[in-house]
């Protein structure tokens, strides 16, 4: 069965307080899109942190000392680095411009997710304002996923992506920050090969495959497609949670 | 306009000096799907490392005292750890039952990316047969490319990916190991976003996304549709390189 990725077209912009759920069916409706058993929303986490309010006006921020010495290190904004620091658990490297911390979240990220770029000034200076991640990605999903079944009455998947820089490769790629309703690994193991001999070892993931397909369809620039229907997602849906995709620290060879 | 990914059902076991291209003409035409400018095919590793003969019979290597040092450490076959060392560059890090090395073609990835599933024995025990990656991914991606575009006509692409481990995240994803006539990376720096204010900060590792949207597909166990269809990859087809998507060492702050 083939995969398909839809970008939805008629998403307005959206504000603190919107109500997502309502926006995609009103935008699926647009596309003649009818939502199906084992259909996927993918969503960019900026739309959900926007709805949910989690604008921040620098200018209201007073960094403290550990900020004012990591902006010496890296010349970044000390008031950025305060954020970045409240969203954190760990600094997990710094150079000049950069700053890599595990988010709270437990996902290990440049610059905690804060985003300058598509943040509308409601007022002061537009440079002023950034935009920082959702609370709890996993429950954002599962509000918006429980009011669309409620409408469609049928079982989808609803994810919450962002773009993450890589340890050894170049470019952004989208992952999973959140999901409900699908899983975000794939255990493969013990699967027979094509040769019914050897045993597979292989744990996919799944959510983050996928969350890389819908990136690619969101495109990272101006073009206002942030939401992706997905038809024909290869695995069984079930419940599932961000923390099935990070990695232990016990595991963790690299940081 | 939509991605769409659609795995061909009717490639064949792959055998040695088999014909890549004209497999996938033959199975596009049972799936009735004509070939467009802009489409791109993305071939899992295996099948070409099979039609370029990269089997190996580990009864016939000699494991040297390198091997035999990282054999102690891991508890891996030294035979297999002899082929490892000499499909890399670098041994990164290991730990029991694992081996990170950089390899040859610059990557960093277990085991070289060297399987033992999936690989048929054409005389010997099954255990014994190892196959390596091709050893010109980009080279092999682009004879398939210009055999199937004298074929079609038309202009596309041809990518070749692998499953990988990632540092902080659990599960493997599809990888670019080679590609011919697509953008490694899409560079979006100095595009401005929605509200044209800020100008855009990212690189999109495009080929990447592509690569994990295709494995997603392909599956990872005795499905075997090795090969992809891709319609509606949002960005202009260039000639690319492996060697974009490959952080340069002193970019590196994590080996």
New interface residues.
């Given amino acids: 069965?083939?995969?398909?990725?839809?970008?939805l077209q008629a998403i307005p912009?959206v504000q603190p307080a919107d109500d997502l759920a309502r926006m995609i069916l009103d935008s699926l409706a647009v596309q003649r899109i009818s939502l199906q058993d084992g259909d996927i929303l993918v969503l960019a986490q900026k739309i959900v942190s926007k709805a949910e309010g989690r604008m921040k006006n620098l200018a209201l921020v007073e960094p403290g000392a550990e900020a004012l010495r990591y902006a010496e290190i890296t010349g970044k904004d000390p008031r950025l680095l305060e954020l970045i620091l409240s969203e954190s658990k760990e600094v997990v490297?710094t150079?000049e411009n950069l700053i890599?911390v595990e988010h709270k979240l437990g996902?290990?990220s440049a610059n905690a997710g804060i985003d300058?770029?598509?943040?509308?000034a409601s007022w002061g200076e537009?440079?002023d304002w950034v935009l920082l991640l959702p609370e709890n990605p996993d429950q954002s999903a599962e509000k918006i996923r429980k009011a669309i079944e409620a409408e469609c009455g049928c079982r989808i998947g609803v994810q919450i992506i962002d773009?993450h820089g890589?340890?050894?490769?170049?470019?952004?790629?989208?992952?999973t920050i959140g999901l409900s309703g699908i899983p975000?690994?794939?255990d493969?193991r013990g699967?027979?090969?094509?040769?019914?001999?050897?045993l597979?070892?292989?744990?996919?993931?799944?959510a983050?495959?996928?969350?890389?397909?819908a990136?690619?369809?969101m495109?990272?620039?101006?073009e206002?497609t942030p939401v992706v229907h997905v038809r024909?997602?290869?695995y069984p849906l079930r419940e599932g949670s961000l923390q099935?995709?990070?990695?232990p620290k016990d595991l963790?060879?690299?940081?």
Same sequence: chains 1, 2.
């Fill in positions: 069965m083939a995969l398909t990725l839809t970008p912009l490297r150079r890599i996902f290990i300058h770029s598509n943040v509308e537009p440079e773009s890589r340890a050894w490769r170049m470019g952004t790629v989208g992952v975000g690994l794939v493969l699967e027979p090969d094509l040769f019914d001999y050897h597979r070892v292989t744990t996919v993931g799944a983050d495959e996928l969350a890389a397909a990136s690619l369809v495109g990272q620039a101006a206002g024909g997602f290869p099935e995709l990070i990695r963790d060879l690299f940081r």
